[in-house]
């Protein structure tokens, strides 16, 4: 059975760094990809960033250039490393792992609340 724990949420004020973490219980190299997901009150949950098996990354237009998605295969993490936070960018940050069966798995979530 799969397990991911976020870690790393919390208050920050606009133009401020945070950085998350995912802690998987099972070997993330065998997963397809790892990513993050946020959901804002009231609104739908959206792709923040993903990483494939491979290394390949996306990111949503709105993060691009200033999130930058990371992972480590010797310590089971996929880390979310986020800089000139926004007020929009409160949300609760999901980690997600897809199996190679196309399994989805989640985490509890982290909250990140941005100041103005």
Do not use: H
Not at 86 to 109: F, H, M, V
């Amino acid at each position: 059975q799969v397990q991911l724990v976020e870690s790393g949420g919390g208050l920050v004020q606009a133009g401020g760094s945070l950085r998350l973490s995912c802690a998987a219980s099972g070997r993330i190299f065998r997963f397809n990809r790892m990513a993050w997901y946020r959901q804002a009150p009231g609104k739908q949950r959206e792709l923040v960033a993903g990483i494939t098996s491979g290394g390949n990354k996306n990111y949503a237009d709105s993060v691009r250039g200033r999130f930058t998605i990371s992972k480590d295969n010797a310590k089971n993490t996929v880390d979310l490393q986020m800089n000139s936070l926004k007020p929009e960018d409160t949300a609760i940050y999901y980690c997600n792992a897809l199996s190679l069966s196309r399994t989805d798995y989640w985490g509890q979530g982290t909250q990140v609340t941005v100041s103005s």
